[in-house]
C-alpha cells in the first residue's frame, strides 16, 4: 500500500506502513460500512479467530465513531446488544468467534426475531479448506439460526483483493438495511458468518477522520412497532363506531393504541410491558372483567396492537365466533391471530368522526375502579386522628402508621412499590416471571418506558437486557435508573450479565429480586392439582439456597435486603450510583 509518502532503509518503519493483513482490511472495511450506515454500538467478545473484527472495532472507539462494549458471554452479550437495540431502536452489532461462541447467541436472536429487534451478528469462521475435516472450534455455522435471520450469508475468506472493501461496503448496507426492518419480515436478526485465514490480524486499521465528522444522530434509526407509519404491503383503515369495541394493546404496541382508544371512545386493555398502560379508558382489571359476560361477553370487536402474553382471556376472546377483529401490525413481522380469526391485518388504524359510546365506555371504567378501589391497600392516613386531643385516638393513628411501615412485603406490594418509584426518566424492565403477571394485575395507569422479553417470554437474559438498555438510555447524561424486577429463577438464570469489564461504563440500575426460593409460577397452573408434590418439588419449583449478598459482592455490586414497606420504598429511592442488588425475600 502506497500513500506518497517515502521511508529511507534506515528509519524503523511504523504500522501503517505496512500492508494490513486480508483479515484486518475487510473488518475495517465492513465496519466502515456499518457506521456510515447509522451502526453506533458494538458489542464484542474475546476471540482468536474474530480478533481482526475486535482490534478493528477498538480503533473506531478511539476515533470516536462507536461506543465498543465488551462482554466474556456470549448469551449474555446477545441480550445486552437486544438491550442496547431497543432503547436506540438503531442496529447493532455483534463480534463473536467460532463454535460454541455462535451457538450460544441463539436464544437473543429468537428474541430478537419475535420481538423485531435489529441485531447484526458478525461471527468468524475457519475458511473453507479448514471445514469438514473436524478442525478444532469449528461447526456448521452458515444458517445455524434457521429462520430467524432477516439475512444470511457465507462470506468467504478475503485475500486481499481491493474489490473486496467494495464487497464489505455492499454486505454492510444490506445487513443495516434488513436489519431496521426493510423487507416483508419486518426488523430483526442479520448474520454475516464470516471466514478467516492467517495471519488473523495486523496491527494497522486506519478510521478515517472524514467518516467521523460525517457521522449524524439520525441514521440507522428503526421505526419502532408501535409506529404509525404506513407499510406499503398492507393497508390502512377507518373504522366506524357501530359496534361495541375494544382495544388491546399487547407487548410493545405503543402510543398508537392509547390514541385510537381516546379518539374512539373505547375501553382500553393495555398490558404491563405495552407501553400504553395511561390514559383515562385504560380498564386495569382487564381478565374478572373480559371473563364477565356483562362486560366482556358483549364485545362486538377487538383492535389489537402489539403482542399480548400474559392472559388467557384476551386469546379466549380474540378466538371467539361474533367477534370482528382487526390486527394493527405497521412494521410487518409475524402477526398475532389466536384462532386464525382476524377479519383483517392493517398497518394503521383510524376511527370516523361521531358521537362516542358513553354507556359503553362508562360501563367498563366504573367496574374498573370499583375492582381497584376495592382492592386497594393504601388506605390515606387519618390526619384528623394525628391531631386529635383524644390520647387514645392519637396513639392508634401512631400504632397503624408504624404498622404500614413495618408490613411485611408480598408480590402485589412489591409490583406496587417498583411502579410508584419509576418515572418517566427511568427505566423498567420486567423478567419473565410470576411478578409480572402480579403487575399487570394490579398496577395503575402511568406513562413509563416499560420493557420485557415477551417475544418468547423466556426467562433468558433479562439482567443483561436490562444493563444494555440502562448504558444506551444513560450515556448521554440523561439521569435516571434502570429498574429489573425478576424472580430468583430469572436472575440466576443470567448470572452471569452482571460481570461488567473493565472500562466498561457502569449504569444505574437496580436489580430487584423477589425471593421466594424457586418456580411459584407453577401455582397457578393446573399441574399444581394434578401432579404429586414432591415431584412438582423436584421438577417444577426446583427450589434451591443462594447467599444474594456474597453473589453481590463477588460481582462487585452493591447490595440491600428489604424485608418490609419501609426498607424496600428507601432502597427503590435511594441515590443509585452503582448496579445493586435489592433482594427481597418473599412467601412461597
Known amino acids: 500500500m502506497t500513500d506518497g509518502r517515502t521511508t529511507s532503509p534506515d528509519q524503523p518503519r511504523s504500522p501503517e506502513d505496512e500492508t494490513p493483513a486480508p483479515s484486518t482490511a475487510f473488518s475495517a472495511a465492513l465496519l466502515d460500512g456499518l457506521v456510515r450506515r447509522g451502526v453506533r454500538d458494538i458489542v464484542v467478545c474475546p476471540g482468536s479467530r474474530s480478533q481482526a473484527l475486535a482490534l478493528a472495532a477498538a480503533a473506531f472507539e478511539r476515533a470516536g465513531a462507536i461506543a465498543l462494549h465488551v462482554r466474556i458471554d456470549e448469551r449474555a452479550a446477545g441480550f445486552f446488544a437486544l438491550g442496547l437495540a431497543v432503547e436506540t431502536r438503531r442496529p ?36 473453507e479448506e479448514l471445514r469438514g475435516i473436524r478442525s478444532n472450534q469449528t461447526t456448521v455455522q452458515p444458517g445455524i439460526f434457521g429462520g430467524s435471520t432477516r439475512f444470511a450469508v457465507d462470506v468467504a475468506a478475503p485475500t486481499g483483493l481491493r474489490s473486496e472493501a467494495r464487497a464489505a461496503a455492499e454486505l454492510a448496507d444490506n445487513a443495516v438495511s434488513f436489519a431496521a426492518g426493510r423487507g416483508e419480515a419486518g426488523a430483526g436478526p442479520v448474520h454475516l458468518n464470516l471466514a478467516f485465514r492467517e495471519p488473523l490480524s495486523s496491527p494497522f486499521v486506519h478510521v478515517s477522520h472524514q467518516l467521523v465528522d460525517a457521522l449524524t444522530d439520525d441514521d440507522g434509526l428503526v421505526t419502532p412497532p408501535s409506529a404509525s407509519a404506513t407499510a406499503v404491503y398492507r393497508p390502512s383503515i377507518l373504522l366506524d363506531r357501530d359496534k361495541r369495541t375494544v382495544v388491546i394493546a399487547g407487548h410493545a404496541a405503543g402510543p398508537a393504541a392509547e390514541a385510537l382508544a381516546h379518539a374512539g371512545g373505547w375501553p382500553l386493555v393495555a398490558e404491563v410491558s405495552s407501553d400504553a398502560r395511561y390514559g383515562r379508558n385504560l380498564v386495569v382489571p382487564y381478565r374478572r372483567l373480559l371473563a364477565e359476560a356483562e362486560l366482556g361477553g358483549r364485545i362486538e370487536r377487538a383492535v389489537v396492537f402489539g403482542h399480548p402474553t400474559l392472559s388467557r382471556e384476551i386469546p379466549a376472546l380474540l378466538s371467539r365466533e361474533g367477534v370482528d377483529v382487526t390486527v394493527v401490525a405497521p412494521t410487518g413481522g409475524e402477526v398475532y391471530n389466536p384462532g386464525r380469526r382476524a377479519v383483517r391485518v392493517v398497518s394503521s388504524v383510524a376511527v370516523v368522526e361521531g358521537p362516542i359510546d358513553r354507556a359503553w365506555l362508562g360501563a367498563w371504567v366504573t367496574a374498573s375502579r370499583a375492582i381497584t378501589e376495592a382492592e386497594s391497600r393504601d388506605a390515606a392516613p387519618d390526619l384528623e386522628a394525628a391531631k386529635s386531643h383524644d390520647r387514645a385516638e392519637r396513639l392508634a393513628y401512631v400504632k397503624a402508621e408504624f404498622s404500614a411501615v413495618r408490613q411485611p412485603v408480598d408480590r402485589r406490594l412489591l409490583v406496587e412499590a417498583v411502579w410508584r418509584a419509576t418515572w418517566p426518566h427511568d427505566r423498567l424492565v420486567l423478567g419473565a416471571s410470576r411478578l409480572i403477571r402480579e403487575a399487570d394485575a394490579s398496577v395503575g395507569g402511568k406513562k413509563i418506558r416499560v420493557h420485557a422479553n415477551r417475544g418468547l417470554a423466556g426467562i433468558d437474559g433479562t439482567i443483561s437486557t436490562g444493563l444494555g438498555i440502562a448504558t444506551a438510555s444513560q450515556r448521554t447524561g440523561t439521569p435516571g435508573v434502570t429498574r429489573v424486577l425478576v424472580g430468583d429463577l430469572t436472575a440466576l438464570h443470567d448470572i452471569g450479565g452482571m460481570l461488567l469489564a473493565a472500562g466498561e461504563q457502569v449504569p444505574r440500575l437496580q436489580l430487584v429480586v423477589g425471593d421466594d426460593g424457586g418456580g411459584t409460577i407453577f401455582d397457578g397452573l393446573e399441574v399444581a392439582s394434578t401432579a404429586r408434590e414432591d415431584d412438582i418439588e423436584r421438577v417444577l419449583y426446583t427450589p434451591r439456597t443462594v447467599d444474594m449478598a456474597a453473589l453481590a459482592r463477588g460481582f462487585g455490586w452493591q447490595h440491600v435486603r428489604a424485608t418490609t414497606r419501609a426498607e424496600l420504598d428507601q432502597a427503590l429511592t435511594a441515590q443509585t450510583t452503582e448496579p445493586t442488588l435489592i433482594e427481597v425475600p418473599l412467601e412461597r
Not at 468467534?97 to 436464544?107: D, I, M, Y
Open 92 to 127: 447493532v452489532a455483534l463480534v463473536v468467534t467460532s463454535g460454541t461462541a455462535v451457538a450460544n447467541l441463539h436464544p437473543a436472536v429468537l428474541e430478537a426475531h419475535h420481538s423485531l429487534v435489529p441485531l447484526i451478528l458478525l461471527t468468524a469462521d475457519r475458511p
